[in-house]
């Protein structure tokens, strides 16, 4: 009895050491981000957080903006030539601008919509992790995003990849009709790329 | 003791010497070409002598530079769309090309002061740099097989920045435009500006309502032109320019108005002006000054207004010193805009293809609207080309058309003619064909275009190949 009470002693301090370590150990591997290491977040909340903001506003620009206006109320057109054809940008572009108007203020992140199936080649993955993060989440339907680390120009990142998912008709429409795109059968709800956010690491 | 004395000479020569060449590179001066380390580019020659307007910071590096380009060259890159921002190459993802082609940065392909590498469009990388990151092409766009990395720039079919008038969607649109269009207007000719209530329109003057003080009346010459001009029809008297300030300083007299003083009505004119080959002298900013550091102690001129003698391009020989101001074409009082879109013009301009403007078939456009054959609009001088109007809309709904004095504006690459100007008479396909003909530039547009640009072709192969996979699913 007592050499039992022993073992199952022995065995919660191991399960609460390792739950300990686990704990302590979980944020060290992810890194911290913040000007206070004990205080920061860590790389995935923050990135998480971040794409919560863009996906969010990108899906009500295009639901209630594009969607509504274009497909539903056709008052106007959305148009990848949207200032020669006085239409509205297009969702991805919407998203474009805004990423490229960060980068120009800060260097503490960077952010990308990626595809698989791009319909703009540039936008196809080009980094081992990109590649990875984007089959990764198109695999798990976008239930749960990729995380990885990797160096581009000497500089280390965290980079994260997020699903992208077609919340509206005119996001499949547009892209199984256009004549670049090198996927004709996506369905509303499907992963269509990714929202790929990079954070230099320390 | 001869010893001593050499050595003070030479102290003496060297800070001598060392003060002069510091001073001419901090404050300016004629001295100041022996820091010119190779011969400048055609766009920058005249302000070669600025060098604080490119080298921003004696200490700040490539940054530095930059800001310099982008002072000058930053809008309209904006406005072209550029097809290669530098919020591209930012991005961490490509990394890797930026360590092939570090175009975060102008002048890691536009070098200045290198006339031994430098290319058209002062291109100073060897011709073939798309190769560096577009050289799997051929994958995605099978017709780009074999074709030479050097032609992607050259043959008509690309820019590197500004693609407004090449891009795929673009020539889809307009593949099947006839050479000639059915209605042969200029669009903004005929242009009137909307009705604005709150700005009621000054009612026209007559020679008799002429206000300048009898000291200043000049000759009756003078007073003539003045009334037969579009001042006097919009109601700006003698006053307007000669006596600025007349509310306050109602005895003072400005002989001679320059050009700070159209600006004040003419604003877009002004700074279009600045912005193009006749006015970049004179450009505000350019010029830093400091002669405040040490007053009375060093001179500090400034670049005078461009004259035909500075000009690479050919000049006629009789007008070398001519400095160009607002009225050296447009001439005081009369502002006869005839006279400024074509006769001004070739007052200096001496190349073929100003002398084969006479002959021209746009040439006989403009006598068949003089001799009142062929409506307003449809005369095509060179400013229509070369100073075309632009419709200028802000954010609060007002619009307003001004005559960009920009020369520069749409001359290259030439392609940027295509939306400014001929679009609104030609087709897209007999344009592009056209802007790629040298010959037929010089002769200024007489006859065909004998050469052949294939885009619009392969553009129409893609869509025939899309409508053949439709058809058989």
Known sequence: MNKRLKIAASCTALACAGVLAVGLAAPARAGLFGSDDKKGVSYETFTDMLHLVMASDRAIYTKKV????????????????????????????????????????????????????????????????????????????????????????????????????????????????????????????????????????? | MRNKLLWLAWITATLTGGGAFAATMYYGGDFRAV?????????HHQIEMACDACHTDMFGGIDALQKGCMTCHGDELKAANDSHPRS????????????????????????????????????????????????????????????????????????????????????EKRHAEPDYKEVLLVSLETWVPPADASKPRRTALAALDADAPAAHRGAAKHTADWALSGHAA???????????????????????????LCAACHTAEARTFTEGKHGMRQRDGLWVSRKDDFPGLFQDK???????????????DDVHAKQLTCNTCHGAHKYDVTFARVE???????????????????????????????????????????????????DYGGEMVFVTHNQNDNLRPNEKMIRTVCADCHGLRFTIDALADTALIKNNFKGKPAHHVESVDWVENRMRERARRRQQQ
């Open chain 2, 88 to 171: 591209k190459f930012i991005d961490p993802r490509n990394a890797d090309r930026v360590a092939v082609l570090d175009a975060r940065y102008c002048v890691t392909c536009h070098r200045e002061h290198q006339p031994g590498i430098t290319n058209a469009m002062a291109v100073t990388l060897p011709t073939d740099y798309c190769a560096l990151c577009h050289r799997d092409i051929a994958k995605n766009r099978p017709s780009h097989e074999g074709l030479a990395f050097d032609t992607c720039a050259s043959a008509g079919c690309h820019n590197f920045h500004d693609n407004r008038a090449l891009y795929e969607d673009f020539l």
């Open chain 2, 344 to 394: 001004a013009c070739e007052g200096c301009h001496a190349d073929e293809h100003t002398r084969a403007y006479r002959a021209s078939p746009h040439n006989s456009l403009r006598d068949r609207v003089a001799s009142g054959d062929l409506p307003k609009g449809s005369a095509v001088t060179c400013a229509t080309c070369h100073m075309p109007r632009h419709l200028a809309r802000d």
């Open chain 1, 66 to 202: 594009v969607a509504r206006l274009a497909a539903k109320e056709k008052v106007i057109t959305a148009s990848e030539h949207f200032e020669d054809e006085k239409a509205l940008p297009l969702p991805a572009q919407m998203f474009r601008f805004g990423s490229e108007m960060v980068s120009s203020k800060t260097d503490k992140f960077a952010y990308q919509l990626l595809s698989l199936w791009p319909i703009n080649k540039q936008n196809a993955p080009r980094t081992e992790v990109e590649k990875k993060g984007l089959a990764f989440i198109a695999e798990n339907k976008g239930e749960k995003p990729f995380y990885g680390e990797e160096e581009l120009g000497g500089k280390k990142y965290f980079t994260a990849v997020y699903a992208d998912v077609a919340v509206a008709g005119p996001c499949v429409n547009c892209h199984n009709a256009h004549k670049d795109s090198p996927r004709t059968d996506f369905k509303l709800g499907e992963v269509m790329g990714g929202v790929v956010i990079r954070v230099p690491m320390k």
């Open chain 2, 234 to 260: 919009a109601g700006v008297n003698c006053s307007g320019c000669h006596q600025p300030r007349k509310r306050i300083r109602p005895d003072e007299w400005v002989a001679a108005p320059g050009a700070k």
């Open chain 2, 302 to 316: 400034g670049l005078t207004p461009m004259t035909p003698a500075l000009a690479r391009v050919p000049m006629k």
């Open chain 2, 35 to 43: 820091f010119l380390i190779g011969e400048t580019t055609s766009g």
